[in-house]
């Protein structure tokens, strides 16, 4: 953030040469600004370049209020948020004013007062553009009140008259002239609530109460939706979907490497977790959402395998503390763990009550073969299964620690075997090296060349 413009009255704005520009020509500027000098404005958004956001881009370079539509978890929000930095980062307003007027356009009674009372001394301020973006989670006991405003009876109290303009307290539409307003889950906003909207929608003023209030307010409204609200919790009338400029779907990632760039960029994880098991939970996640056993119109949602890569790390972190390991790294072993505490995150068809956990692991088990695949073709591990025919067995779990499990592995010893595997992965300390065997281990179980014996504690490879 850089320093606030030291201008602060009407008169040095002036002299300053500013210029006051319409929110939505604002905007517009900015965006064609960012494309033309080759500036990523939607920074942190991973699968959607070719298909959302050219079409958000275009709506908004044609000045229009837009509405999202999509599953949980595809984005919307921050979408929304990330159009913070298409403003620009200072703005001028009336110093005191309520609803952050441009000094050169007042449009409350108090404002245009003081306008002619100080002239070029009225005082200007300076608001930096997160102060621009309001954002209001659409609930059933929202109010007109909320979003629009209402007579503010302390006001009336103070001695001014219940006609006078000045004794309105003004919702969260009107305070954000001059800026951006989301809504989300709109749907979810009662009927009656979406009609008080129609007005600033269209034809940008307000109306409260019978009071004659014409506000040309300069505010842009987006909002989010989930398609199916349409028909379960609520809808969005008529009117208002008709007012809405630009009504854009959004999507899950269309391509792994994005759905693993989502989880890398928003999970918090407390331990190393090596990419193969994020590759891991991203496949997961995207075979449930091709799974008939799944409800697909409530979605699987991006903060699933999110969840998924800070609980193994969680787990990882608690055997390195419990069993003394000097570092924390995530294993196969850790991935059961996820399938535990995420299956309360997914809405299952109604027919297969008492499945889900059965389905939840069959489905890891093809995520995890699917990267087995990808990342050792082409490797021969007859070695390994000969040793493990042989009699041979290899024990893991959550309370096995890395260096032990290694040192019980005399079925590869420093085999070319156990070198190619690790160099694969890229595995360089002893959580990773371990983690690499585990994968191979279980690639091997999958593809039903050796057997596995595992009482949640402790698993064995023979």
């Known amino acids: 953030m850089t320093s606030a413009p030291s201008i602060s009255t009407v008169g040095e704005l002036r002299a300053s040469g500013h210029v006051q520009k319409p929110l939505r020509t604002e905007i517009r500027d900015n965006l064609l600004g960012m494309l033309r000098e080759g500036v990523d404005p939607w920074p942190g958004l991973h699968g959607l370049g070719g298909t959302v956001i050219p079409q958000l881009e275009r709506a908004l370079i044609a000045g229009h209020d837009v509405v999202l539509l999509g599953e949980r978890g595809q984005g919307k929000t921050r979408l929304l948020r990330t159009m913070i930095g298409l403003l620009d980062e200072w703005t001028p307003v009336i110093a005191g004013s ?59 109290a103070e001695g001014r008259s219940l006609g006078d303009p000045e004794t309105i307290h003004y919702g969260l539409i009107p305070r954000s002239h001059r800026g951006i307003v989301a809504i989300n889950e709109l749907p979810d906003l009662a009927e009656r609530i979406q009609v008080a909207m129609l007005n600033v929608m269209e034809e940008r003023d307000i109306q409260i109460r019978g009071y004659v209030v014409r506000l040309p307010l300069d505010v842009l409204v987006v909002a989010s939706a989930n398609p199916e609200d349409y028909t379960n919790r609520g809808r969005i009338i008529t009117p208002l979907k008709d007012r809405f400029g630009a009504e854009i779907r959004t999507h899950y990632p269309l391509e792994l490497e994005d759905e693993v760039a989502v989880i890398r960029q928003e999970a918090d994880l407390v331990a190393e977790v090596p990419d193969y098991l994020v590759e891991i939970l991203a496949r997961f996640t995207r075979n449930l959402r091709e799974s008939s056993s799944v409800d697909q119109r409530s979605g699987v949602s991006a903060r699933f395998a999110i969840a998924g890569a800070e609980t193994i790390a969680a787990a990882a972190i608690h055997r390195a503390t419990a069993q003394g390991e000097d570092e924390a790294v995530a294993r196969v072993v850790d991935l059961e763990t996820a399938v535990d505490v995420l299956g309360g995150k997914i809405e299952f068809e109604s027919g297969e009550e008492g499945r889900e956990a059965e389905i939840l692991t069959h489905l890891l088990r093809t995520a995890t073969a699917e ?40 079925v590869l010893g420093e085999s070319e075997l156990y070198d190619e595997v690790c160099d694969r992965l890229g595995a360089t300390n002893d959580g990773q090296r371990a983690g690499a065997i585990e994968l191979a281990l279980e690639g091997l179980y999958l593809a039903r060349k050796i057997g596995k014996d595992s009482d949640g504690a402790e698993t064995v490879y023979g």
Do not use: C, N
């Open 98 to 156: 309520e609803l952050g007027e441009h000094p050169y356009e007042p449009i409350t009674h108090a404002s245009r007062r003081r306008a002619l009372e100080l002239g070029d001394a009225l005082g200007v301020e300076w608001r930096h553009r997160d102060d621009r973006y309001a954002e209001k989670l659409a609930t059933p006991d929202t109010s007109v009140a909320d979003l629009i405003g209402d007579v503010d009876p302390m006001k009336v």
């Open 371 to 410: 990267t087995v695949r990808q990342h050792f073709r082409g490797i021969d591990f007859g070695l390994l299964v000969d040793r493990l025919e042989a009699g041979e067995m290899v024990s893991t779990g959550e309370r096995v620690t890395a260096r032990d499990f290694l040192t019980g592995l005399p």
